[in-house]
């Protein structure tokens, strides 16, 4: 079995430290587009804006805008979300217009 040197294994901290840092940053694939408010419990894209998770599937609620979710490029404001964080629900959560 072969052993791990002391550069092989900060190379690879390094390289995690940067996922964590700002994981989709380096995933998202071209012509896609982080959109917000759009993401139905579960089904977010990774870390929430305000950090209450850091992790894609662990939204709580529908729709909300500190959740995003890879949509194609320029689709994200028409079908209703947003490219940048927002604080509530999106006007697409069925609960914000029983008011």
């Given amino acids: 079995?072969?052993?791990?040197?002391?550069?092989?294994?900060?190379?690879?901290?390094a390289g995690a430290a940067l996922a964590v840092a700002d994981p989709a940053a380096a995933s998202d694939p071209k012509g896609k587009e982080k959109c917000y408010g759009v993401a139905k419990a579960g089904e977010n894209g990774c870390a929430a804006a305000n950090g209450?998770?850091?992790?894609?599937?662990?939204?709580?609620?529908?729709?909300?805008?500190?959740?995003?979710?890879?949509?194609?490029?320029g689709s994200c404001e028409k079908m209703g979300g947003r490219l940048e964080p927002f604080e509530g629900p999106s006007p697409l959560d069925p609960a914000s217009k029983k008011k």
Avoid: D
């Fill in 52 to 73: 209450t998770h850091s992790c894609g599937g662990l939204s709580k609620v529908n729709y909300s805008g500190q959740e995003w979710k890879l949509v194609p490029g």
């Fill in 1 to 13: 079995m072969r052993t791990l040197n002391l550069h092989t294994l900060a190379a690879m901290a």
